[in-house]
């Protein structure tokens, strides 16, 4: 699951030009620098995201046999299910932008003792480099909404999928259905003097208006397209230990600070940490809420 955000690396009093080159560049230095936490991390991903996958794997019809191919991997949580689903006869190909994190990938399933997941260092829009026709199915979780270039993307995932395939992707829906991400990106914003983003930037809420991933799909040639809603909470034992989460995990939430002080960064989190503080329960424990979209289409 790598993912980053739109930072600019200053404030600014007018919105730069995005440079999706060195946006790559970026997300790809964060989740080398994320790697090791985010493979940590790995059970409460498995729990937040556990509905969300398997909906993904039930609409990309991933089986026993089925040649999978796994976008934006990341420490390959997903990626493990996957292989399980599929079998010993079955294939699974993880990608990801970072080295390092695929690293944590292959671990994992040598632990889990299964021969069938490969890794592979690929951006995700270069899927049109791997032998056409060459999967059964293809997933993404959250992954699709932090590339630049969406469109080159599914237009390389398509190519390596056989007519009839399935390609199935979670993304995010809409800030206010995933407060628990959306207000610290808000208060980092306000603080440190960051413009939104623009229209069609890459970044966690791209693909979650009303019909866009739909529209999407659709737009690269997907065919049967649908879109599932999936409540994804995240349970944690308090506020602070989401923002412990959110800190070790989401190196873009550090590019977004870079312009800021020490001091400024530590009430940044303190304000961060004082306002999910609104989601801990009288009787115990954090649930963030948040909400999935999982969308599928056939090649």
Request: overall charge neutral.
């Amino acid at each position: 699951m790598s993912e980053t955000l739109t930072a600019p690396s200053a404030a600014a009093t007018t919105t730069p030009a995005f440079d999706p080159d060195k946006f790559r560049q970026t997300t790809r230095a964060q989740w080398e620098a994320a790697a090791p936490a985010w493979d940590r991390w790995s059970p409460l991903l498995a729990e937040w995201l556990g509905h969300a996958t398997e909906a993904m794997l039930d609409m990309a019809r991933v089986a026993p046999g089925s040649r999978v191919l796994d976008i934006a991997a990341g420490a390959g949580e997903q990626t493990i299910t996957a292989a399980r689903r599929a079998g010993p006869q079955g294939h699974v190909l993880a990608t990801d932008i970072s080295p390092a994190i695929l690293g944590h990938a292959r671990a994992a399933a040598q632990r889990q003792g299964l021969s069938n997941v490969e890794t592979r260092e690929l951006d995700g829009e270069r899927h049109d480099l791997l032998p056409a026709a060459s999967f059964d199915a293809a997933i993404s979780r959250v992954g699709l909404i932090y590339f630049p270039d969406q469109q080159r993307a599914l237009a390389g995932i398509r190519h390596a999928l056989r007519r009839g395939g399935r390609f199935a992707a979670v993304v995010y829906s809409t800030p206010d259905r995933n407060p628990f991400f959306a207000l610290p990106v808000g208060i980092i914003r306000r603080r440190a003097q960051l413009p939104p983003p623009l229209p069609g930037q890459p970044g966690p809420f791209s693909l979650g208006g009303e019909g866009v991933l739909a529209r999407t799909l659709e737009q690269a040639g997907f065919r049967d397209v649908e879109v599932r809603k999936v409540d994804s909470p995240v349970r944690l034992p308090s506020a602070a230990e989401c923002v412990r989460f959110e800190r070790e995990s989401f190196g873009a939430l550090h590019q977004m600070m870079a312009g800021l002080g020490e001091a400024e960064k530590a009430q940044t989190w303190e304000e961060i940490e004082r306002t999910l503080a609104q989601f801990e329960r009288p009787q115990g424990g954090f649930v963030g809420p948040c909400e999935m979209l999982v969308g599928a289409g056939t090649a």
